[in-house]
């Protein structure tokens, strides 16, 4: 079936091993994995994140019983972390279920959210055993005796090895399988006592029949339960935000509490970093102009490129449908260095004419005659220059797109606005230094 689609070029097939980014790798025989290989992207017309929920859709049915879930896979071939993760800690796991379970509904109702599901599988039957140490002490009988010969009956003990004729076999002794079938048998368990008086389990326990956890995860020392989700068709950060506001309404018992994992957290982490690393880069441009300039003044007109870029940053991302993420802000903190050169062009020829006795409003004219011929070039050299880039379509194209649309659209409204804003403002700033001079002068 998986051969015959169009879009697969190559199908990789693991029976009795499931791998995972955050549950970990799992190994049953009821388990299969298969990898599939999609051809070239202009080859497709879907993404492989829409792929994925048609494919899933056409093998539902074909296997009765059987469960399909899709993820995409990282660089190295393994299963990638979702984009989406809440982590719901807490000690009692009921409550911790109950909460992830409650954010599971809520995020998939989200627009744009695709294979919703839990970190951990389905809870299966089990026998629960509560000991009453009041009762254990006054039988004589401790923890450790009885949770060995709980050990020993259901999983087995295989310490004992029968030797003969030189070869040894190993014998495992637990309780037969029709002592271990029925509920009634477990409560019935004999121990003995140091006495030698036989006691049996549900004297000193309370023995009950409960559905419970087949994987147990911790995050902080606390048992855990991980919501996972995909994202198509929306940004990530506006998928996140629509979570985290429709979750308000869910009431989280105390002792439980809920992390955004994810790239949630990693943008959060990141924008932080860029942000600051935004800030330095301006002062840092600053400080050099400052140095060449030998003034604290003028720079501030150079600066004002910067917003005049952004404008048109903005503007482009808006038009393109492109997300403010990691790789836009790099290319903001690109435009930096790229905008402020325009500015510093017309600035530094005002100053050496204002130095050749011009005045001021006939230098920045002539200052942008004679610069708008350099300013073009460079600015429209650098535009064309990243338009491969912008339209590039590619295997792993996206992450780049947004960098290169960012630095064309910057550039673009700094090569307009640049020739008005910069020399309106060294025109006021001029005329308040030189009231300024004519104060300190009186």
Known sequence: ILLAQPEIEKVFSSIGFVSGSVSGTSSNAN???LTLTLVDKKQRSVTAEDYGTLIQQKLK?????????????SITGNVSSAPIQIAVKGIDLVQVRRVAEAYQKVVAEIPGTQFVKLSVKNRKPEVEIKLDREKMSFFGLNAGTVGAALQNSFSGNSNTQFKQEGNEYGILVSLDQFNRSDI??????????????????????????????????????????????????????????EIKKNVQSIKIPEGISVEFLGDSKNQGDAFGSLGLALITAILLVYLIMVAL???VVYPFVVLFSIPVALVGAFLILAVTMETLNIFTI????????????????????????????YEVKDALVEAGKERLRPILMTTLAMIFGMLPIAIAS???SEIKN???????????????????????????VDGILKRFSKKNNT
């Open 31 to 33: 388990l299969a994995e």
């Open 330 to 357: 790099i290319g903001m903190i690109m435009l930096l260095g790229l905008v402020s050169k325009n500015a510093i062009l017309i600035v530094d020829f005002t100053n050496h004419l204002k130095a050749e006795g």
């Open 61 to 73: 049915g074909v296997v009765k019983g059987a469960k399909f879930t899709v993820s995409s896979t």
């Open 293 to 295: 300039y030998e003034n």
């Open 394 to 396: 590619g295997a792993a």
């Open 184 to 241: 009634k048998f477990v409560r019935n368990l004999p121990f003995v006592n140091s006495q030698g008086q036989t006691i049996l389990l549900n004297q000193f326990a309370v023995i009950s029949e409960t559905l419970g956890e087949t994987t147990l995860q911790r995050m902080d020392r606390l048992g855990a339960i991980t919501v996972q989700a995909n994202v198509s068709g929306r940004p990530t950060g506006t998928v996140s935000e």
């Open 402 to 428: 947004g960098m290169a649309w960012v630095i064309i659209g910057g550039l673009t409204s700094s090569m307009v606005l640049t020739l008005f804003v910069v020399p309106s403002m060294y025109l006021i």
